[in-house]
């Protein structure tokens, strides 16, 4: 599986970002997609994930400004990011927990994408 993440860049706070994450390969069910950030110095921190049933976790840090949400029909996954904040500037990783013909079920991560809010 190969997870191609795209939407990131630098923006004021205040400003707003959108995200997404296509998931390609040999995929029989996608369970669950989402995205992690790593700010400098600091561990991979869980931002939003959310399951083939539609069920969404949100970290409380970004509630009520982030939005996540994906496309069954074509594996790929968005994170609306609005309101910005300084804090939020880290790199985000895209995530799958996929069952892969021939593989089984596993997690994939993306090549990451920098978000940069400047305050």
């Known amino acids: 599986v190969q997870l191609q993440a795209s939407g990131g860049g630098l923006v004021h706070a205040g400003g707003s970002l959108r995200l997404s994450c296509a998931a390609s390969?040999?995929?029989?069910?996608?369970?669950?997609m989402g995205w992690y950030c790593q700010a400098p110095g600091k561990e991979r921190e869980l931002v939003a994930i959310?399951?083939?049933?539609?069920?969404?976790t949100i970290a409380d840090s970004v509630k009520g400004r982030f939005t996540i949400s994906r496309d069954d029909s074509t594996n790929t996954v968005y994170l609306q990011m609005n309101s910005l904040k300084p804090e939020d500037t880290a790199v985000y990783y895209c995530y799958a927990d996929a069952v892969v013909r021939g593989l089984g079920q596993y997690d994939y991560w993306g090549q990451g994408t920098q978000v940069t809010v400047s305050s």
């Open positions: 959310t399951t083939f049933g539609g069920s969404a």
């Open positions: 390969g040999s995929i029989l069910s996608m369970i669950r």
